[in-house]
Every structure is written in structure tokens, then in C-alpha cells.
């Protein structure tokens, strides 16, 4: 079991451009969801995959965020014209159908 | 706005005493799922309670998933300072998939 792993594990930004993270998840795993993590909070939901469906988009996600997941396995995140309210921990988790998350190490978001 | 609740925001205890955090949605859920994170970590799985009335051990560690099925609880005994780290329950809305967070009970342990 390799884990969840994510790319990079941090990045910093300047205010206005883009940033794009990559998420493996577990071979085996049909399920990927990111979520983004602040100091004190729990993780708050983005977005989800099941294959390569993307079945759920968080309404506070705003036009400037876009997931993929082209072949069902890896994912990808990008924030466009970033903002400094984006910096955040940013968490990929991968499951199997019904089963619990398994999340990756995440991604730490600065902007300037 | 949040739909899982999670009480308290903080605790700190002395080594030996006991610890418990409440969890509690204003929807009934499908399942309960309880992880751990340690400081500078990823949230951990610990446990999922599926049925109404549910308790599961794991050690030191009892978990009680609420006969409405709105509520939960984890009680550890007997802290130990390996248990310092944040308690998060998340819950499935019943009729949704997406896996909902509390905000964590953050748990520290005086030695």
C-alpha cells in the first residue's frame, strides 16, 4: 500500500496567478475527494470523484477552482487567479466504494 | 453552513483522566466516522459507526453512534500522552455521498 500522495507538498504563490496540485490516490481506490483544511478547522469539503465522474461540487467553491480526474486515477486541482484567502492546507483522500478516506499529506497553499 | 457540530473546541487534560468529545448534526446521518490528526499530520481513520444505538471499543478508546442517529461521542480512558491530537467526527447526510467534518476537538495532554 503505497498511500495517497500529493504534489508538491508546498507552494507559494503571488497574488492573481495559477497554481495546479496533483493528487494519486490508492490503485485500488474508485473514490477521490479534496478538501481544504485551515488552521483550527476541520477539513471542509471541495469536491468528489467517483472514476472519473466528477458527482459533487461544494457551492462555496467559487469559478476559480477546477478538479479533474481525466482517466479515473490520478487528480488534478487548479485555483485560478489566486487569492490570499485561498492559502490553506490543501487534502486529497482517496476511498474505495463504502469505505473510510485515506487522505495524503496535502498540499500547503501560501499566497502573497 | 456547518452541519456537524463538534464539542468542545478544546481540551486539556492531566495524564490518567479522562477525555470525551460530542458530536452532533442537525440531520440524521447515514454513518459516523471518527479520525485523528495528529499536529502536522493528516486526519487518521479510527472508526465508522453505521447503526442506530452502535457502540465499538477500540482499547482505551468507546465510540456511540446516537439512536437518532444525529449524535456521537468518543470517550477515551485513562489518557495517555500518545492520544494528544485533534478529534474529528464526519458524517454522511443520509440521501448524500459527500463525507461532512466537524471543526475537531483538539486534546492536550499535561504529563
Aim: charged residues 20%.
Amino acid at each position: 500500500d503505497t498511500g495517497v500522495s500529493q504534489d508538491p507538498r508546498h507552494k507559494i504563490t503571488k497574488r492573481g496567478q495559477n497554481v495546479t496540485f496533483r493528487c494519486d490516490p490508492i490503485s485500488e481506490h474508485n473514490r477521490l475527494y479534496w478538501y481544504r483544511q485551515t488552521l483550527g478547522q476541520g477539513p471542509e469539503f471541495l469536491t468528489y470523484f467517483q472514476n472519473e465522474a466528477q458527482l459533487e461540487k461544494s457551492r462555496l467553491l467559487s469559478d476559480r477552482f477546477s478538479a479533474e480526474r481525466p482517466k479515473g486515477s490520478f487528480s488534478t486541482l487548479e485555483i485560478q487567479r489566486t487569492e490570499q484567502g485561498d492559502s490553506a492546507m490543501y487534502l486529497c483522500a482517496s476511498s474505495a466504494q463504502e469505505s473510510p478516506l485515506h487522505f495524503g499529506n496535502g498540499t500547503r497553499l501560501t499566497v502573497t | 453552513g456547518q452541519q456537524v457540530m463538534q464539542i468542545p473546541q478544546y481540551q486539556h487534560v492531566q495524564e490518567g483522566e479522562d477525555f470525551t468529545t460530542y458530536c452532533n448534526s442537525s440531520t440524521t446521518l447515514s454513518n459516523i466516522q471518527w479520525y485523528k490528526q495528529r499536529p502536522g499530520g493528516h486526519p487518521v481513520f479510527l472508526i465508522q459507526l453505521v447503526k442506530s444505538g452502535e457502540v465499538k471499543k477500540q482499547k482505551r478508546l468507546t465510540f456511540q453512534f446516537g439512536e437518532a442517529k444525529k449524535n456521537s461521542s468518543l470517550h477515551i480512558t485513562a489518557t495517555q500522552t500518545t492520544d494528544v491530537g485533534t478529534y474529528f467526527c464526519a458524517g454522511i447526510i443520509q440521501g448524500a455521498q459527500k463525507l461532512v467534518f466537524g471543526q475537531g476537538t483538539r486534546l492536550t495532554i499535561n504529563p
